[in-house]
C-alpha cells in the first residue's frame, strides 16, 4: 500500500470556524509533511514531523496547528484563517526524515477555500 | 539565499524527447529531486540524483552536477500523458538535520500530437 489519503477532499470555511485536515497513511512511514501549494506555484513547505515529533515549523502562523497522533496519522488544525489562506493543502510522507526525504509520497491534498 | 531556476513552459511533440533544466543555489546541497504533477493531481516522485551522473527509470532520465548547481530531466518518447508540471526540488541541510525540500517554481510541459 503506496497511499498516502487525506480527508476531506474540499473544505469551505469561514474566518471564524474551526476546522480540521486529517492525513493518513500506512507505509511505515516515519516521517510526514505538511505542504500548501497556491495554484499554478510550487507545494512549500509548511511543517515536518519525525518519529512523531514536530522537526521543522517553517515559521506557519499559529492559526496552522499540526498534531502527530500517532506514526501513520497527521492532522492540521485551523482556526481563524484569512481569505488568503485559500489554498492547496498536502501531505506528504516518506520512510524518514534524515534518508529519504527525497522521495516523498503525496497524498491528493484538500482543497481549502476561506470566506 | 536559497534559489531554483527552471523554464515555466515547454512544448513538444509526441514521441520526441525533451529535457527540463534546473538550476540551483543553496547550501548544504544533498540532491536533486524531480518531480511530476498533474493538474488537479498531486506530486509523484520521478527521479533523485544525489551523486553526479545520469540516473535513468525507463522513459525518464535525470542528470546532476554537482560543480555546476544544475541537473535535468530528461523525457525521451514523449507520450500525451506526460503533459504535466515539473518540479525539480533540492534536498538540503541548510539547517542541520533539516534534510528537507524545497520546490523550484515548475515547468508547465505540454506535449502536442
Known amino acids: 500500500d503506496t497511499e498516502v489519503t487525506q480527508t476531506p477532499k474540499h473544505l469551505v470555511m469561514g474566518m471564524t470556524n474551526k476546522k480540521s485536515l486529517k492525513c493518513e497513511q500506512h507505509m511505515g512511514h516515519r516521517a510526514m509533511y505538511w505542504y500548501k501549494q497556491k495554484a499554478k506555484k510550487p507545494p512549500e513547505l509548511m511543517f515536518v514531523?519525525?518519529?512523531?515529533?514536530?522537526?521543522i515549523n517553517e515559521s506557519v502562523p499559529s492559526r496552522f496547528s499540526p498534531e502527530c497522533p500517532n506514526s501513520s496519522l497527521l492532522n492540521l488544525h485551523l482556526h481563524a484563517l484569512q481569505p488568503e489562506d485559500s489554498a492547496l493543502y498536502l501531505c506528504?510522507?516518506?520512510?524518514?526524515?534524515?534518508?529519504?526525504?527525497?522521495?516523498?509520497?503525496f497524498g491528493p491534498g484538500t482543497r481549502l477555500t476561506v470566506t | 539565499g536559497q534559489s531554483l531556476e527552471q523554464p515555466s513552459e515547454v512544448t513538444a511533440v509526441e514521441g520526441a524527447i525533451v529535457q527540463i533544466n534546473c538550476t540551483y543555489q543553496t547550501s548544504g546541497f544533498y540532491g536533486l529531486s524531480w518531480y511530476q504533477q498533474h493538474d488537479g493531481g498531486a506530486p509523484t516522485f520521478l527521479s533523485y540524483n544525489g551523486l553526479d551522473g545520469l540516473e535513468e527509470t525507463g522513459r525518464f532520465s535525470s542528470f546532476l552536477s554537482r560543480s555546476d548547481s544544475y541537473g535535468y530531466l530528461l523525457l525521451q518518447e514523449l507520450q500525451m500523458k506526460d503533459s504535466a508540471s515539473y518540479f525539480c526540488a533540492v534536498r538540503d541541510d541548510r539547517r542541520a538535520g533539516s534534510y528537507q525540500l524545497t520546490f523550484g517554481k515548475g515547468t508547465k510541459l505540454s506535449v502536442i500530437p
Open positions: 506528504a510522507s516518506s520512510q524518514t526524515q534524515r534518508g529519504t526525504s527525497y522521495e516523498q509520497y
Open positions: 514531523y519525525s518519529y512523531e515529533k514536530l522537526s
